[in-house]
């Protein structure tokens, strides 16, 4: 069982940054596909990004690639953190949405499909303005 607890929303100016953390309790973390969806008021739920257990594939929307990156910290020991983090660069009025993280056990496909992750957060707002 994983529970996912996101953070690091805010308000932000139009080209403006923030970082979203995504920390994960449960000793199995590391053996996770994890992902960042983002839904819009009045809209459904879209992919932004997502990376691979290993941290060695990584997908992105294409609305976001190039402006967004998706990183992980794989705790090897209890002490550490497991942590998954996206880094929101050059920021659009459009961006604005609840962000929440997601995770599932190892899959090869369909990284972009919500209903193929088990675990979801609570989720963080991020407001940009123009």
């Known amino acids: 069982q994983v529970q996912l607890v996101e953070s690091g929303g805010g308000l932000v100016q139009a080209g403006g940054s923030l970082r979203l953390s995504c920390t994960a309790s449960g000793r199995t973390f590391v053996m996770y596909d994890m992902a960042w969806f983002r839904q819009a008021p009045g809209k459904e739920r879209d992919f932004v990004a997502a990376?691979?257990?290993?941290?060695?594939?990584?997908?992105?929307?294409?609305?976001v690639k190039g402006r967004f990156t998706i990183s992980r910290d794989n705790a090897k020991n209890t002490n550490a953190k497991n942590t998954v983090y996206l880094q929101m660069d050059t920021l659009e009025p459009e961006d604005t949405a609840v962000y929440y993280c997601?995770?599932?056990?190892?899959?090869?496909?369909?990284?972009?499909?919500?209903?193929?992750?088990?675990?979801w957060g609570q989720g963080t707002q991020v407001t940009v303005s123009s």
């Open positions: 997601a995770g599932r056990l190892p899959l090869s496909i369909d990284p972009e499909i919500g209903s193929r992750y088990d675990y």
């Open positions: 990376i691979s257990w290993s941290g060695g594939t990584t997908y992105y929307a294409d609305s």
